[in-house]
């Protein structure tokens, strides 16, 4: 049953990852362009005020700061960067930079939760960073330094707010949804202020604008977000953050079947490496002990009297 069940979770926590890495392309596709801030705010905003609002639960005690804490670090600064990173890097440098957050994790987890530095572990970073790198860096891929200094930002708040999410857990009584609200909440109203003061509104919004705004808000926050916590209730903090690998192979499949961008041999050998490192982060499911064989007693049956 514990095989099962891991492997369920490990499935499940890998699509959040997967839809967040669908957001170079909308980013570039369906949104306005130059807007990251205003980006960030749609996405986290309006799903964390309807999940509050169906709710109706609210942090309590320690868990306001906490609250705030872990909504910026999970949900605005990180959705402020990540975005910046996706407007100032090709897609697949973006999701480059945005995935080194396992070696953060490793070290964070080392101080704060006590988890030990493997070997096994270190290996599948040096695999998942080769294994990217191959995947998404083509010939000529431009580097801008904001880019750049964005994603490894967006790294470090993605390795902090997991290493935090599993150090405090969840509050007894309070839904899986309701905690992803109280985020996601926090997040959009952290970012709102810079949105209008930096960016402002865009002129106009079309309808193509509003069904990419509500894609990364349902299915790219909520949904996902849901997905993400529940995994790093269940699994090793190491082992989720693995599972962002799957956004960078998920925004190369996107760009092949989208946008025509072909996967040479190289990419496809990075992607199969990938998949190796995540596999290898992932824990062993634990197997069922044998039946437990007795030895006979040395006792001998009594025997009934005639």
């Known amino acids: 049953m514990r095989s099962k069940s891991t492997v369920l979770d490990v499935s499940l926590t890998a699509l959040a990852p997967a839809v967040w890495g669908s957001t170079y392309l909308v980013t570039t596709q369906l949104l306005p362009p130059d807007r990251p801030l205003l980006?960030?705010?749609?996405?986290?905003?309006?799903?964390?005020?309807?999940?509050?609002?169906?709710?109706?639960v609210l942090p309590r005690g320690v868990w306001w700061w906490r609250a705030v804490v872990l909504g910026v670090l999970?949900?605005?600064?990180?959705?402020?960067?990540?975005?910046?990173?996706?407007?100032h890097l090709p897609g697949g440098v973006a999701a480059l930079m945005v995935s080194a957050q396992p070696v953060f994790v490793l070290v964070l987890s080392a101080l704060l939760l006590g988890e030990a530095i493997t070997r096994r572990h270190l290996a599948s970073c040096v695999l998942g960073a080769a294994g990217i790198a191959?995947?998404?860096?083509?010939?000529?891929?431009g580097v801008d330094t904001i880019g750049v200094l964005s994603g490894i930002g967006g790294a470090v708040c993605m390795a902090s707010g997991v290493v935090l999410t599993k150090r405090w857990g969840r509050p007894a009584g309070v839904t899986l949804l309701a905690f992803t609200g109280w985020q996601l909440a926090v997040g959009g109203i952290a970012v709102l202020p810079l949105a209008l003061v930096l960016e402002g509104l865009p002129g106009q919004v079309s309808a193509v604008n509003v069904a990419g705004f509500a894609y990364l808000?349902?299915?790219?926050?909520?949904?996902?977000?849901?997905?993400?916590?529940?995994?790093i209730e269940r699994l090793p903090a190491?082992?989720?953050?693995?599972?962002?690998?799957?956004?960078?192979?998920?925004?190369?499949?996107l760009g092949y079947l989208v946008l025509g961008q072909g996967l040479s041999p190289v990419q496809a050998a990075?992607?199969?490496?990938?998949?190796?490192?995540?596999?290898?982060?992932?824990?062993?499911?634990?197997k069922p002990r044998p039946a437990e064989i007795r030895p006979p007693s040395s006792r001998t049956l009594p025997t009934s009297s005639s």
């Open 74 to 87: 999970n949900i605005g600064a990180f959705f402020c960067l990540l975005f910046v990173a996706a407007y």
């Open 270 to 286: 990075g992607a199969v490496i990938v998949i190796v490192a995540v596999v290898l982060a992932q824990p062993r499911p634990l």
């Open 39 to 56: 980006a960030a705010t749609v996405r986290a905003l309006p799903a964390g005020l309807i999940v509050l609002a169906a709710t109706r």
């Open 238 to 253: 190491l082992a989720v953050s693995f599972l962002g690998f799957a956004s960078p192979v998920a925004a190369a499949v």
């Open 217 to 231: 808000s349902v299915v790219g926050a909520l949904l996902a977000y849901a997905l993400w916590f529940r995994g």
């Open 134 to 141: 191959m995947l998404v860096l083509r010939a000529g891929a």
